[in-house]
């Protein structure tokens, strides 16, 4: 399918792999021209190479480094796909430190906010923008050892859907997708972390995750970034022209409840 975005100018946020890297491969072979950024830099010098696209390195968990950002590459996108994020700190919710909370708030929730303040207004004025947020099967259904990755994705999502509320008339569609448990290299960390724990091989600790912390996970397997960059690369397209302030679940059925 044409995705009638040829010569469109996009930027991916945690670009260097996983979800984003793949949603850059679909965009660059719509005809997009793509910047990555992320803050690893080997990692991003190795997806630039492997994509052929350009790239620039950034911290944008502080404001500072957000405008630092911005100075370097300007904010002429007509496409923005925020992927950049962490899990954060896990355990008891009532013991988490300030610490634990600026880290994710910062990371998950404030850096799409401090970005959204410098692409949304040049989008709205250009009459024509794509914005899609990577939230969470967390927003919609926490876990108790997960509290501030919870809340951070929550907050993103409820930002997004007041600023499709607020600018879709004006040619800007703000999108968010949902995925859950897929195979990108945070969850490879979540479930080495696991393995260590319990004394077991990668897969067995897969298993016995889904089958312990992930019961409405129905497919029984972690998803492929393949299985979520093409409704990405659809929401950034004009082929979506009528869809904003959605938040599209792509999780295995791991959200037990309606999406409504």
Request: one cysteine or more; hydrophobic letters at 40%; charged letters at 25%.
């Amino acid at each position: 399918m044409d995705l009638q975005i040829n010569g469109k100018r996009a930027l991916l946020t945690g670009g260097s792999g996983g979800i984003g890297l793949e949603t850059a491969r679909i965009l660059k072979d719509e005809g997009v021209e793509v910047l990555l950024t992320d803050v690893d830099k080997h990692a991003l010098a190795e997806a630039k190479e492997a994509l052929g696209v350009d790239g620039c390195a950034a911290d944008l968990s502080t404001k500072d480094g957000v405008d630092a950002f911005f100075d370097e590459v300007g904010t002429k996108f007509d496409i923005w796909v925020h992927a950049a994020g962490v899990t954060g700190a896990k355990g008891d919710p009532l013991e988490m430190s300030d610490d634990d909370w600026d880290h994710a708030l910062n990371i998950d929730f404030m850096s799409s906010v401090r970005m959204a303040r410098r692409l949304g207004p040049a989008m709205c004025d250009r009459g024509w923008g794509r914005i899609v947020f990577v939230t969470s099967e967390n927003a919609a259904q926490p876990y108790p050892d997960e509290t501030v990755y919870n809340a951070s994705k929550a907050a993103l999502l409820s930002f997004a859907k007041s600023v499709a509320m607020a600018h879709s008339d004006k040619g800007l569609l703000v999108n968010c997708i949902a995925p859950a448990f897929i195979e990108t290299p945070m969850t490879d960390g979540m479930m080495e972390m696991r393995a260590d724990e319990m004394g077991c091989s990668i897969d067995e600790a897969v298993e016995s995750f889904l089958r312990e912390e992930r019961p409405y996970l129905v497919l029984g397997r972690r998803g492929q970034v393949e299985e979520v960059a093409p409704t990405i690369a659809l929401l950034c397209s004009n082929r979506s022209t009528f869809t904003t302030g959605a938040n599209y679940r792509i999780d295995g059925g791991a959200v037990g409840s309606i999406n409504v």
